[in-house]
């Protein structure tokens, strides 16, 4: 009979075995050391990089580490450039998406496209491949490439729901064309097939409906939303939430707690006023707003506090206001808001929309409001207009519209404020927005 390779006599097999072992029994350091030499002395063996690599992985998450991440990423790397030498279509289809988890954890999508190409050129018969590839795009919101991606995908197989899905959405976000967004987005978020049922792409349905004038639609959307737990309410479609939090469209002052402070400011809305009108005058500081949330007209905002810090240059050329606003660090130190003057041009209607997340309140304190019969703004199902030296407080995780009919500008100082039923360590704990 022919000679059979002794598969257990093998070093390099005998050697991988006692350094999985290790790994198994949770031996880390041995196991690493192992690995090391593994790699070293068999550095053409495909299957040492990829021990390796999982182990790395493996300490990366125990250790909670990024550096050890980064030596994963390398070590996966170093395996799947072994390419057509490893066997394995599966083994080598698992490695890099590991890869590619990884490297969209520390927010390195761009080196995460080439891992991407690697797999498609591989196994080019794979749609889900493709779909992960436009994924990774819609995560740093490079629609151009979404959308580049997912044709392609369609001309191969027109009707894959994730591909629909991402091909509407380039057809929202990037060429704001509702109409010919429609029907993807809803062909796809309909199939309920995996990679489609997320909250974002419900409200990103939603509010195409809404867009295009499809009002029950949109409320159907949005109620089975609810159902399926993606929103706390068919109003409240933040997606960034706290649970139990109070949650209603409007807010007095004494409920939140922070009746001081607000009545502070409001009695100096004079001087705050005065700031935003004299920046006004100034052309260049206004900045658009830039999330196509205007169905028309001109909204723009100068921003005092961003994420919780104080926008230096901003604030010195607003010096009472910021002063003020030093005594409201609630406000000032929201990390889940911003504080910024606002000023919407007569003939501008803002879409509805909610706001990212339930962890703040929101205030108006209205500085120049000359029409007040000719603006309204909307939150859930309650209306209300702005009136000069007045304040209100809503809750921006709401669904609200604007509307300014009238024919000179309205200013307003938004101060976001942390909710006040979150605590101290919680304020501190949650991820900026
Ligand atoms: C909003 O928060 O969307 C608007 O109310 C802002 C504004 O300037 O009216
Ligand atoms: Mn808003």
Redesign the pocket.
Known sequence: AAAVPAEKDDPFEQELRKANEEMIRENYAQALRSFNTLTTNFAHEPSAHLGRARLLELLAKKERSNQRLWEAIDAYKRYLAFGELIASNLEFKNAGESCIENLRFLGHHRQATTIHELLIKRLPEDPRLRNQLSLTYLMVNNLQQVEKVAVETLKLWPTNAVAQLHYGLALRQFHADYAKALPYLKYAVESEEEGTQEAFFYLSLGETMQRLSMKSEALEVYSKGVAKGFFASLYQRSLYNEPRLRAQPFWQPKETGYERQLEKLALNWRAIRDEGLALLGRSGFFEDEAEL?RDKGV?QQYELYAQGRRVKDNCRRAPITCSLLEEFPESAGCRRGQVKF?V?QAKTH?WP?C?PTNCRL?A?LTLAAPEPEKTS?RVAEQERTWREGELFIFD?SFE?E?WHNGSQPRL?L?LDMWHPQLSAAKRRSLTPI
């Open positions: 949330l909204w606002s919407m803002v929309h706001g929101r108006h703004l921006d609200h604007v307003v938004i």
